[in-house]
């Protein structure tokens, strides 16, 4: 995902749908790796609780990100362009430049996430060492030759 929102935030020609795809691909790899990862994590006793949070996070991301960030840094820029603080009027924003730190801002922010599953994967070693150790994928022998 960092290289899908630099990709964005360069604004090369021709890189738009390319990006668009690897973001689609990236979020499709993480909603399919979190529901298993958590359910193994902590079990399927309070798993609706744990769905919902992590339903949570993309509303709560796309208000922050999308409502705020991306507005505050989309109205600089164009009262930048037009000259003046034109705050309350309507302008267009026009070039690579609306949107790129908003762009650069998440991949930050997904910089901060890989980090942090780097991590994760590594204090949750020792628990899936535990628990499959015991080779539950194995086939089940039967003592009836």
Do not use: W
Not at 65 to 80: M, P, R, T
Not at 92 to 102: I, Q, V
Not at 130 to 141: D, E, K, N, T
């Amino acid at each position: 995902m960092i290289g899908t929102y630099l990709l964005f935030a360069s604004a090369i020609s021709g890189t738009l749908y390319a990006a668009t795809a690897l973001l689609g691909i990236c979020y499709g790899v993480q909603f399919s790796i979190m529901i298993p990862t958590v359910s193994e994590l902590f079990g399927l006793r309070h798993f609706g609780i744990f769905y919902n949070f992590m339903s949570l996070g993309n509303p709560l991301g796309a208000f922050l990100f999308s409502g705020l960030l991306a507005g505050y840094v989309y109205d600089n820029e164009a009262a930048k362009q037009h000259g003046s603080n034109i705050y309350g009027t309507n302008v267009s924003c026009l070039g690579p430049n609306c949107f790129r730190l908003t762009f650069l801002v998440l991949a930050a922010v997904s910089g901060v996430g890989t980090i942090l599953s780097i991590v994760l994967s590594i204090r949750i070693k020792p628990v899936y060492q535990m628990l499959y150790a015991g080779g539950s994928f194995r086939v089940l022998q039967s003592t009836n030759h």
